[in-house]
């Protein structure tokens, strides 16, 4: 297992909207979860490479999330 991502990384994903393998990038975005109103900047997250959707959170991420009140 990989230690850490950074915003740059590459990985191979399967992306719902392009519906085929796609490659996909790490990137810091501004996170925002449904049913919430808050937003959690620079969150490393996966982005699909073709359509620029956002298709996970990794796992370093999710405590981040946590403090602000977003992820239980
Ligand atoms: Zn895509």
Not at 1 to 30: I, Y
Not at 36 to 57: F, H, K, Q, W
């Amino acid at each position: 297992m990989k230690s850490l991502w950074s915003a740059g990384d590459l990985v191979a994903s399967n992306c719902p909207h392009c519906r085929k393998p796609v490659q996909a990038r790490f990137e810091l975005r501004t996170v925002r979860m449904p049913r919430s109103r808050l937003s959690v900047p620079n969150v490393l997250v996966d982005v699909c490479a073709i359509c620029e959707n956002v298709l996970g959170i990794p796992s370093q991420s999710i405590p981040q999330l946590r403090e602000a009140g977003m992820a239980k």
